[in-house]
């Protein structure tokens, strides 16, 4: 703590007034530099928010990417089964077409032999 000079009737009053005057300055720095800390803080606080915001975004973005995906190969699974169960019906009704066929020339032929 700073020392005063006693002169008559107490201490030096210039020297306390000085003390006084510098300690306000001070103070008034001081809280000059709390509000401008205060702002910074606020902010600071106010981008990390928007930061925290886009990450959860980011997130939101990215599952739903991640969904997408798996609903698109799941149609392309489903997609190749029915194609290729289509390829064997398709095999299965030209079989069946060329017996047909065949069934209907040998009953032509039995028909126009029991018609002779």
């Known amino acids: 703590m700073k020392g005063f000079n006693i002169v008559d009737k107490g201490y030096d009053k210039k020297q ?9 300055k001070d103070e008034e720095v001081l809280i000059n530099k709390i509000k401008s800390l205060k702002t910074e803080v606020n902010s600071l606080n106010k ?15 990215d ?19 029915l194609e ?7 095999l299965e009704i030209n079989k069946l077409t060329k017996k047909l066929k065949i ?3 040998d ?5 126009d032999s029991i018609e002779k």
Do not use: G, H, M
């Open 16 to 24: 306390v007034n000085d003390f006084i005057n510098k300690t306000i």
């Open 47 to 61: 981008k990390i928010e928007l930061l925290n915001n886009n990450n959860e975004s980011n997130i939101i973005i």
């Open 63 to 81: 599952t739903a990417k991640s969904n997408a995906n798996l609903i698109i190969n799941d149609a392309l699974i489903k997609a190749n089964s």
């Open 84 to 90: 290729e169960k289509s390829r064997k019906i398709e």
């Open 103 to 105: 069934l209907s020339s």
């Open 107 to 111: 009953l032509d032929i039995f028909i």
